[in-house]
């Protein structure tokens, strides 16, 4: 149902693009099959989303190709969901096996959870795929205009409830997955993907998509559950997220919450991050349906004119949570109860050897920028593959780019910290509290979006702040910085204590004041600041800090307090007080 105001709007050209592309195949096949070429068409790459790949140029070489006349060095990113991160040593085995012929022979852990792959030839594409497929993972709806890669806590208490827990991101995940047979068509010469549960859609001659329609979503949806106390998902960065409640000893269900997002535009203040509102609970039994339905709301009242404006937290934002709600349970046809008590202590993740109520053990490692790559003496790649083939762990990717091996058997914890040690994923021993609380996103050379280095920049920064922490006896603080190479939000920039921003090559805008446990954007603090401004900006609020702070008092709210930046209570006055403009 587009509502009648909409349907006089001006569509944006993508909806045209998914309403001609027949479900999601568009060209697709004739461009695979167009050898003289190492790109696709422009309408292709929109559509190839939904595949899970965005064609990609390395810029790193862009200027100098372009003087020397030749094309850009196309080639694509393949990202591969994994419903809260939960991977199989033999998909990890896949994945490494993979990224050997990949660019950089790098495995990427994302931010949602996800594998990313870069710098995949076309004519390697449907390779690739298929061996990511037979390993019962896949690519399709990791990117797109559909719900994306389903995100979970890596990280929870109980072992018996992550399991409840995982159960349920397992199940939305596959519910919201897009039905038609475009993918198995294109990628998988016809077969059935092995992850996908098909909802019959009569696809043949009248093909529908039983969820989305013809022109799926007006833009990207996002859905994370997070296990109190910890926030390591960021729920209230997610279009739609679940706070698991546990009534004794038992997963009771879920407060749920809408309307979240993080990506804005530099100079344009109706852009802007927003945490979601906590509506109502729902019972496990319940949440697929209040998943369908919110979707659904999206889906209808999303604006497809303008897709500034177009993602879930603006159509809350626009029309209200008591709205979202109303019609929700007109949808459902019950009412929900209300929202349950919980608190949050953190979004950061576990380091270290924990040990799980059934006896097992979990070790959190630190990966810096979620990049597993061999280094010098640091074999991650090798480490971590030698760690899979052992067989003797699960792997869990956490929001926060890391991975958590799981399920551990006490007599094997000798063997992992051996290899752990040997090919330097030990990090998490010795890094300073900041820097294992950094995320950075990909950003150049990759990331056509780029305004600034992120991944590559963000170590060094905190390097250099590295010596003024131990002046001030806070190395071992855990003080959340987040860094993206534009204003996009891939790293959740605006839930970082200090958050950076970039803006062109070398300036970034820098934020201060988000709260600890992710319930409390940042705000700007200082505009296109150097490397140097930056390090000259943070110093003396960091000794300040050391000097002034109240017993447990988290940097963030120290700032907050101390008046170096007003704190946004919501995400509409994220732009308000601002002590400089953007
Ligand atoms: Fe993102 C676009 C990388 C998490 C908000 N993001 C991109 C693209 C695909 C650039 C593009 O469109 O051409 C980047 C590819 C870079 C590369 O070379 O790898 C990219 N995003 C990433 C990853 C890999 C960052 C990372 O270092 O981990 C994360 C992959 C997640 C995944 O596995 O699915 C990633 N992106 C996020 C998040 C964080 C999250 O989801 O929790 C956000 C903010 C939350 C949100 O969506 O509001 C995010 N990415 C964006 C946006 C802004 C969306 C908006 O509302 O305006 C874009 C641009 C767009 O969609 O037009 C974007
Ligand atoms: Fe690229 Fe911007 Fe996302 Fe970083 S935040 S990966 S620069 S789109």
Request: charged letters at 25%.
């Amino acid at each position: 149902m587009i509502s009648d105001s909409q349907a006089s709007e001006k569509l944006h050209k993508n909806e045209g693009i998914k309403d001609r592309s027949a479900y999601l195949r568009g060209t697709i096949l004739e461009g695979l099959a167009d050898t003289a070429t190492g790109s696709i068409s422009s309408e292709d790459q929109q559509l190839t989303k939904f595949h899970g790949l965005y064609q990609q140029d390395d810029r790193d070489v862009r200027n100098d190709r372009r003087k020397h006349k030749l094309d850009k060095a196309y080639s694509f990113l393949a990202r591969i969901g994994v419903p809260g991160g939960v991977a199989t040593p033999e998909q990890w085995l896949a994945v490494d096996g993979l990224a050997n012929y990949c660019a950089f022979n790098t495995l990427k852990l994302t931010t949602r959870q996800a594998f990313q792959l870069h710098g995949i030839l076309k004519s390697n594409l449907k390779n690739v795929i298929q061996t990511v497929t037979d390993v019962s993972m896949s690519t399709l709806a990791a990117c797109g205009d559909v719900n994306r890669n389903t995100m979970s806590s890596p990280n929870p208490v109980s072992s018996e409830i992550h399991e409840d827990v995982q159960k349920i991101a397992d199940e939305i995940d596959a519910y919201l997955k897009p039905q038609s047979p475009a993918y198995s068509q294109i990628w998988l010469d016809g077969k059935q993907l092995a992850t996908a549960e098909p909802r019959s859609i009569g696809m043949g001659g009248d093909e529908v998509e039983p969820l989305y329609g013809k022109t799926y979503l007006p833009r990207k949806f996002k859905i994370a559950i997070a296990v109190p106390p910890q926030n390591d998902v960021d729920v209230f960065a997610h279009c739609l997220g679940f706070i698991a409640i546990v009534e004794d000893g038992k997963l009771a269900g879920f407060n749920v919450t809408v309307g979240g997002g993080m990506g804005m535009t530099h100079g344009n203040e109706k852009t802007f991050p927003r945490l979601a509102d906590v509506i109502a609970f729902a019972k496990p039994d319940q949440v697929v349906d209040v998943a369908e339905k919110i979707v659904a709301i999206q889906r209808d009242f999303g604006d497809r004119s303008e897709r500034a404006h177009a993602r879930f937290k603006y159509t809350v934002e626009d029309r209200g949570a008591d709205f979202i709600l109303k019609e929700l349970e007109k949808r459902l046809g019950y009412s929900l109860e209300p929202a349950k008590e919980y608190a949050f202590t953190g979004n950061g993740d576990h380091y270290g050897w924990t040990e799980r109520a059934d006896g097992k053990w979990n070790l959190g490692l630190f990966i810096e920028g979620g990049r597993i790559v061999d280094q010098g003496d640091k074999t991650m790649k090798t480490g971590m593959r030698l760690i899979a083939q052992s067989g003797q762990c699960g792997f869990r990717l956490t929001p926060n780019q890391n991975v958590v091996l799981s399920d551990i058997a006490e007599k094997d914890k000798d063997a992992i910290d051996a290899l752990v040690t040997e090919h330097g994923l030990d990090d998490y021993r010795t890094a300073s509290g900041m820097r294992r609380s950094q995320i950075a996103c990909v950003s150049l050379p990759t990331c056509g979006l780029a305004l600034a280095e992120s991944e590559r920049y963000l170590p060094s920064l905190v390097t250099a702040l590295e010596g003024t922490l131990e002046q001030a006896g806070l190395q071992n603080d855990e003080i959340i910085i987040r860094s993206t190479g534009c204003p996009n939000g891939c790293a959740r920039p605006y839930l970082g204590e200090i958050g950076l921003v970039g803006k062109v090559p070398g300036k970034y805008n820098l934020y201060l004041g988000a709260g600890f446990g992710g319930e409390r954007l940042n705000k700007l603090y200082r505009t296109s600041l150097t490397n140097n401004e930056i390090i000259e900006a943070l110093q003396p609020i960091l000794f300040a800090y050391a000097k002034e702070r109240e017993a447990g008092e988290r940097f963030g709210d120290f700032t907050v307090r101390k008046g170096y930046v007003q704190a946004t209570t919501a995400g509409n006055s994220f732009h308000a007080n601002l002590s400089e403009s953007a």
